[in-house]
């Protein structure tokens, strides 16, 4: 009870943090968010040069009651700092956040209509950007 506790309040302290980045200027933003791979899911280097397959091994390392909730945070993450870039660079970040909450949303036993929401956001985004590149 106290692990579900403690990642209950990780997880929203996570979703009031990147709120409060969100809000600040752009320029910023990319910063902070850096800040937050290092504190609440791992090195920002490591998620951002490694494949899915070692981004999927590195969850090992968390307990298992927590793995689905700091995969989503990644997602978060990927999904927000995607929104902050252009092109082939944003692009990636999408298609990483997409794998990330498809195999979260297949696992998981909770279902949430702000991740499907995501997903389909993120399936647009990437079919616009396909077609853009197609002209």
Known sequence: MLKRDYIL???????????????????KQRDEIRL???????????YHI?????????????????????????????????GLMAG???????????????FIDRHDKTFSIARRTKMADIQKRLEQAAAGAAD
């Open 50 to 82: 490694c494949t899915m397959d070692e981004v999927m091994d590195s969850f090992e390392r968390f307990p298992p009651e927590e793995r689905a909730e700091r995969m989503e945070m990644l997602a978060e993450l990927y999904y927000a700092e995607a």
């Open 36 to 46: 937050m791979y290092d504190q609440y899911v791992g090195p920002y280097s490591l």
């Open 9 to 27: 309040r990780l997880i929203r302290e996570f979703a009031e943090a990147l709120e409060l980045v969100m809000k600040k200027d752009v320029s």
């Open 88 to 102: 082939i660079g944003g692009d990636e970040l999408l298609q990483r956040a997409f794998a990330l909450f498809d």
